[in-house]
């Protein structure tokens, strides 16, 4: 039973990060080039599969912009108009 529940997360885990890897534009992709990662897929699919999730996905927009000493999003709190409402 455990065999079948192993075998399908891996082959989930494959067939998810191979999709993504495939439909990602090839300017957003880090570290290899898009055929290194289907090949790392493919070939390892447990460590290739994290390995895009963790290292090959494009980084998420908040955290690709922020720079160094660049202001943080502001709350509520901070917006004049918003407590102008209040």
């Known amino acids: ?8 997360v891996v082959l989930g ?3 998810y990060s191979l999709t993504d890897c495939v439909q990602t534009p090839d ?3 880090r570290v290899l080039p898009k055929i290194g990662w289907v090949f790392v897929i ?3 699919p447990v460590a ?4 895009w999730l963790v290292a090959g996905r494009p980084a998420r927009p908040g ?3 922020r ?3 660049s202001p943080g ?3 509520p709190d901070d917006d004049p108009d918003f407590l102008r409402g209040l």
Request: proline share 7%; charged share 20%.
């Open 1 to 8: 039973m455990w065999r079948f529940v192993v075998i399908g």
């Open 13 to 15: 885990l494959m067939i």
């Open 27 to 29: 300017r957003e992709i």
């Open 42 to 44: 493919l070939l390892l």
């Open 48 to 51: 290739g599969g994290a390995g």
């Open 63 to 65: 955290i690709q912009d």
């Open 67 to 69: 720079r160094p000493g």
């Open 73 to 75: 999003p502001r709350g």
